[in-house]
């Protein structure tokens, strides 16, 4: 992979100033690893709690590096300085990386590109989908050759790969810049076709669904999830995994599969995820989702 990336940015535009729209849990995090490693950020939220949330999450990891002597409190200062918060779009303009991380949600999705391809016309556009195919979601632009998606994983300072999918009309260059950006950050990169939960996704929606099923059969969820982590080796079972996910955006993703893949990707009869949904146990997000979630002494959710 490394070679390979080398060999794709080789030329490509750097990032300096980054977009991230949506400051929930995925887009806190990106923007906390984008400032982290020296670029600008513009955080753009639809509401002031939800600012506040994303820049709580970039204060929190900032303050754990702090703790342990990773870095000065100077530095954890500059990075956070890095980071403007906003609710206006005009605040975008002078972008040249924009991630777009709103609810899984194509409808709002659409309006939000369109919007943003208005505001910052040289900008690339990357969308952080779970699920949703990008040729679909580039319907939405004029240019879609400036469009892909990045597709981070949660908690994103933790996870090393970035999926980059190619839309059907995505250019060559887009998709060396949004790799450079990617690389830019120090994770790793894979370039990916356009289908629906593209590589990693398609592989964890039926792992979703055995789940559910076993628990329907009348399996017991926090021995399943301590034989999946503690004894198979995983960093979390199912029903964790589900937690730090937000069971609500878990069920948007499972429904677009399912509509993707007639027959393979059915959700079971009893759908667990949405009853949980159903009963806005949302997961880490709210504190309560399969387990709740209690912060421990220094206010860390566990
Ligand atoms: P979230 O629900 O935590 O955050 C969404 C944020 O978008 C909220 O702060 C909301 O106020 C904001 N928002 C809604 N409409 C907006 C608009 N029109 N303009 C600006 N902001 C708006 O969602 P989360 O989990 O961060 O997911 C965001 C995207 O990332 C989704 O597409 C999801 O599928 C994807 N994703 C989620 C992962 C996860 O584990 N939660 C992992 C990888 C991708």
């Not at 992979?1 to 995925?26: D, F, L, P, R, Y």
């Not at 490693?37 to 506040?52: E, P, Q, R």
């Not at 999830?225 to 937690?243: C, I, N, Q, R, T």
């Not at 893949?261 to 159903?278: C, H, S, W, Y």
């Amino acid at each position: 992979v490394k070679a390979k990336t080398k060999n794709i940015i080789k030329g490509a535009e750097s990032a300096q100033e980054v977009g991230v729209i949506g400051a929930g849990i995925m887009g806190g995090g990106v923007a906390y690893v984008t400032a982290d490693k020296g670029m600008d950020v513009v955080l753009k939220d639809i509401n002031k709690a939800g600012l506040a949330l994303g820049l709580d999450e970039a204060n929190s990891l900032l303050s754990k590096q702090v703790e342990r002597r990773r870095k000065t409190p100077k530095a954890m200062g500059d990075t956070l300085n890095r980071i403007q918060p906003t609710l206006h779009n005009e605040s975008l303009q002078a972008t040249d990386m924009i991630i777009e991380a709103v609810v899984e949600n194509p409808k709002v999705k659409e309006v939000v590109l369109a919007e943003l391809e208005q505001v910052a016309p040289n900008a690339v556009i990357a969308s952080n989908t779970s699920t949703l195919m990008i040729s679909g979601l580039a319907q939405a632009l004029k240019k879609p050759e400036n469009f892909c998606g990045i597709h981070f994983f949660n908690p994103v300072p933790k996870m090393p790969l970035v999926e980059v999918i190619r839309g059907e009309k995505t250019s060559d260059e887009t998709i060396q810049r949004a790799v450079k950006y990617v690389a830019q950050l120090g994770k790793t990169p894979i370039v990916v076709n356009d289908c629906a939960g593209f590589l990693v996704n398609r592989c964890l929606a039926p792992y979703f669904h055995a789940f559910n099923q076993l628990v329907v059969d009348g399996g017991h969820i926090p021995t399943i999830d301590k034989v999946m982590s503690k004894e198979f080796g995983w960093p979390m079972g199912p029903a964790y995994l589900l937690d730090v996910i937000g069971l609500d955006t878990a069920a948007h993703c499972l429904d677009v599969m399912e509509e993707a893949f007639p027959g393979r990707m059915t959700k079971p009869e009893k759908n667990l995820i949405q009853a949980m949904v159903d009963l806005d146990h949302y997961g880490q997000k709210n504190k309560q989702g399969f387990f709740t979630h209690t912060p421990d002494r220094k206010g860390r959710l566990k």
